[in-house]
């Protein structure tokens, strides 16, 4: 078996979940590029880029909603480099709707992305994990602190990420094996520069000057932290919902 350690990432073509690859290639993992094949983006870009940081990386097709593609995602990792020892969950959708207009499959199509799905991929990366093994979940500031008007589905599926990284926190902790959720702030992401389900790139200038830290953030911030999660480093923290927003939620607004 390697003594390298084997990453996988969901939603790893784009925004935290590359800088994520990247971060953890520099940090000498072997990284699993998860990508949906109806993404727009490109994860040969961010395979070069894991290369660039001198890492190894592996481009897989998964789609969170199928319990089948995620759990061959683990095992074609675990195939390939004979072990898995960290999962990121970070793949998920934003859709606006007010609450009131709403229907049944918008609620259902945004749980079984951005729970279920998180759900999956920390299940398919612990059958794989011995002592040491760290699952790390993307959850958000909507939800995760806030609430967040016509975005009542989404906030309520990142919220239940902390509750299901803290369950598995004390259920794998006898193995010798973490679960954390991060919570980024206002980052300066694909998803959140959509100015149809989110803030806009204008928008995310004029939260800037709100946020104490006098900006939204970079991905590469958030994936910073989440290198940290998952690392020896952090071998007692466990079970932990940590924010990275710049001050955002610490401060009282004007």
Not at 9 to 32: D, E, F, K, N, P
Not at 90 to 114: C, E, K, P, Y
Not at 223 to 240: D, H, N, R, T
Request: some cysteine; hydrophobic content about 40%.
């Amino acid at each position: 078996m390697s003594e390298q350690p084997v990453a996988m990432i969901t939603g790893a073509a784009s925004g935290i979940g590359a800088a994520t690859a990247v971060c953890l290639a520099a940090r000498g993992l072997r990284v699993g590029i998860g990508t949906f094949p109806g993404d727009p983006y490109d994860p040969e870009i961010t395979l070069r880029e894991v290369h660039d940081a001198g890492g190894e990386g592996r481009i897989v097709e998964v789609d969170v909603r199928s319990t089948d593609s995620v759990d061959a995602f683990a095992d074609t990792l675990r195939s390939s480099w004979q072990r898995l020892d960290i999962t990121v969950a970070n793949a998920g959708i934003l859709r606006q709707a007010s609450f009131d207009s709403m229907t049944d499959d918008q609620w259902h199509d945004m749980m079984d992305v951005d729970l279920h799905g998180v759900m999956r991929t920390a299940r398919a990366g612990l059958r794989h994990m011995t002592e040491g093994g760290s699952v790390t979940a993307v959850s958000s500031i909507a939800g995760g602190v806030y609430g967040w008007q016509d975005h009542a589905h989404y906030a309520t599926a990142k919220a239940g990420v902390i509750g299901l990284v803290r369950s598995l926190a004390v259920e794998y902790g006898p193995r010798g094996i973490r679960a954390n959720a991060i919570i980024p702030g206002l980052i300066r992401t694909p998803q959140s520069s959509d100015a149809v389900n989110s803030l806009g790139p204008d928008g995310l200038d004029r939260a800037g000057e709100y946020i104490p830290w006098g900006r939204v953030g970079h991905p590469r911030e958030v994936a910073e932290v989440i290198a940290f999660l998952s690392s020896p480093q952090a071998s007692y923290l466990s079970g932990q919902a940590i924010v990275v927003d710049g001050a955002l939620t610490s401060a009282m607004r004007d």
